[in-house]
């Protein structure tokens, strides 16, 4: 029997014949594991540096750039798929049956968080400090989030697969390129979905209080250590003077 009725395997052989019955011996592994690494601050670019940042890839979450708060978060997940199989071979009639032995999905996010070194106060730092922080932890509750649904998605997928078969032996890597394509697929869905999702829960963080606040605590704090740096800049020069 051919267990993937979802896929397209056009010019594949499935070997008509009543003699080979292709059944699973026991349900497939599934692992899906969200991994988050501590986060890395950089305090080295402009405020107009920061707006230039290209990522040059394409996040399932909202946009990293925070141009109006002087930061910027990189959050990309890394999503890595590894695929086992198991295969049954027939030599008699040059056929084989295949199926899932054990999928794992790892889920890594790497959080930087970039900030403004044209902001010297400490209050003003701090400030957007806590809120891309607020940004990268929507990014891992969603990712774990994610992860938990991914694997109840790929347990339903896979109860409808059943195992692959029998087809012609010589077509085994494209048979399996056809079953990890399913997996993607699946993946892919699942993705999509909840970036929808992680619009909208991002863009509370990025509500219009949140930039006013950030913006009221930066001017005011900036103009007092800008005002502090002249005088100590005044008192140094009054010293040097005396000192003469």
Same mark, same amino acid.
């Given at each position: 029997?051919?267990?993937?009725?979802?896929?397209?395997?056009?010019?594949?052989?499935?070997?008509?014949?009543n003699s080979i019955q292709c059944?699973?011996?026991?349900?497939?592994?599934?692992?899906?594991?969200?991994?988050?690494?501590?986060?890395?601050?950089?305090?080295?670019?402009?405020?107009?540096?920061?707006?230039?940042?290209?990522?040059?890839?394409?996040?399932p979450y909202a946009p990293n750039?925070?141009?109006?708060?002087?930061?910027?978060?990189?959050?990309?997940?890394?999503?890595?798929t590894s695929l086992s199989w198991?295969?049954?071979?027939?030599?008699?009639?040059?056929?084989?049956?295949?199926?899932?032995?054990?999928?794992?999905?790892?889920?890594?996010?790497?959080?930087?968080?970039?900030?403004?070194?044209?902001?010297?106060?400490?209050?003003?730092?701090?400030?957007?400090? &806590?809120? $891309?922080?607020?940004?990268?932890?929507?990014?891992? %509750?969603?990712?774990?989030?994610? #992860? !938990? @649904?991914?694997? *109840?998605?790929?347990?339903?997928?896979?109860?409808?697969?059943?195992?692959?078969?029998?087809?012609?032996?010589?077509? &085994?890597? $494209?048979?399996?390129?056809?079953?990890?394509?399913? %997996?993607?697929?699946?993946?892919? #869905? !699942? @993705?999509?979905? *909840?970036?929808?999702?992680?619009?909208?829960?991002?863009?509370?963080?990025?509500?219009?209080?949140?930039?006013?606040?950030?913006?009221?605590?930066?001017?005011?704090?900036?103009?007092?250590?800008?005002?502090?740096?002249?005088?100590?800049?005044?008192?140094?020069?009054?010293?040097?003077?005396?000192?003469?």
């Amino acid at each position: 029997m051919f267990g993937l009725d979802l896929m397209t395997v056009g010019g594949l052989l499935i070997l008509a014949t009543n003699s080979i019955q292709c059944t699973v011996p026991k349900a497939p592994q599934i692992v899906v594991n969200p991994v988050t690494h501590d986060i890395k601050y950089n305090y080295s670019y402009s405020s107009e540096e920061l707006s230039r940042v290209d990522t040059g890839s394409v996040s399932p979450y909202a946009p990293n750039v925070d141009a109006s708060t002087g930061g910027l978060r990189h959050d990309t997940p890394l999503i890595e798929t590894s695929l086992s199989w198991g295969v049954k071979t027939y030599r008699h009639a040059g056929a084989s049956c295949m199926w899932y032995d054990k999928i794992s999905v790892t889920i890594t996010l790497r959080p930087e968080i970039y900030v403004s070194k044209d902001y010297k106060s400490d209050s003003c730092r701090e400030a957007i400090l &806590q809120h $891309e922080e607020r940004h990268v932890q929507v990014d891992r %509750i969603v990712m774990n989030r994610y #992860a !938990q @649904e991914l694997g *109840i998605a790929l347990q339903n997928k896979l109860k409808s697969v059943g195992a692959v078969g029998p087809y012609n032996e010589s077509r &085994q890597d $494209e048979m399996q390129a056809a079953m990890t394509q399913y %997996i993607e697929d699946t993946i892919n #869905a !699942q @993705e999509a979905k *909840i970036q929808e999702e992680m619009k909208g829960l991002q863009a509370q963080v990025d509500s219009l209080s949140e930039y006013e606040t950030i913006s009221k605590i930066c001017h005011v704090s900036e103009r007092e250590e800008t005002q502090r740096r002249l005088d100590r800049a005044a008192r140094t020069e009054r010293n040097q003077l005396y000192n003469r």
